[in-house]
Nanobody
Framework: QVQLVESGGGLVQAGGSLRLSCAAS????????MGWYRQAPGKQRELVAT???????NYADSMKGRCAISKDSAKNTVYLQMNSLKPEDTAVYYC???????????????WGQGTQVTVSS
């Protein structure tokens, strides 16, 4: 069993910053990549940013230049620093872990419970 614990969401004014954290723990696994997705009311879940074990990074176009994803591999933790936040960034932000179960070739995805980010105008 793998658990993802997210933190760092909250209410911020437009132009402000937030830093999200997501720590993975539990059964033995090998991380392929971790990342952040978000879902606004009435919309589909969408990519924010991902980072691979080797440090490869992918950002959504809407977030390029305004956020930075980083990781602490020793802690299986991923961070998302978001700056210059806009009201349209308001959403529930979910952490995703893509990992191989140790001792197998089975690759699966785990999701956190989500953390609310609200940006007021």
């Amino acid at each position: 069993q793998v658990q993802l614990v997210e933190s760092g969401g909250g209410l911020v004014q437009a132009g402000g910053s937030l830093r999200l954290s997501c720590a993975a723990s539990g059964s033995a696994f090998s991380v392929n990549f971790m990342g952040w997705y978000r879902q606004a009311p009435g919309k589909q879940r969408e990519l924010v940013a991902t980072i691979t074990t080797l440090g490869g990074i992918n950002y959504a176009d809407s977030m390029k230049g305004r956020c930075a994803i980083s990781k602490d591999s020793a802690k299986n933790t991923v961070y998302l620093q978001m700056n210059s936040l806009k009201p349209e960034d308001t959403a529930v932000y979910y952490c995703r872990l893509n990992a191989r179960i140790s001792g197998t070739s089975f690759v699966t995805n785990y999701w956190g419970q989500g953390t609310q980010v609200t940006v007021s105008s």
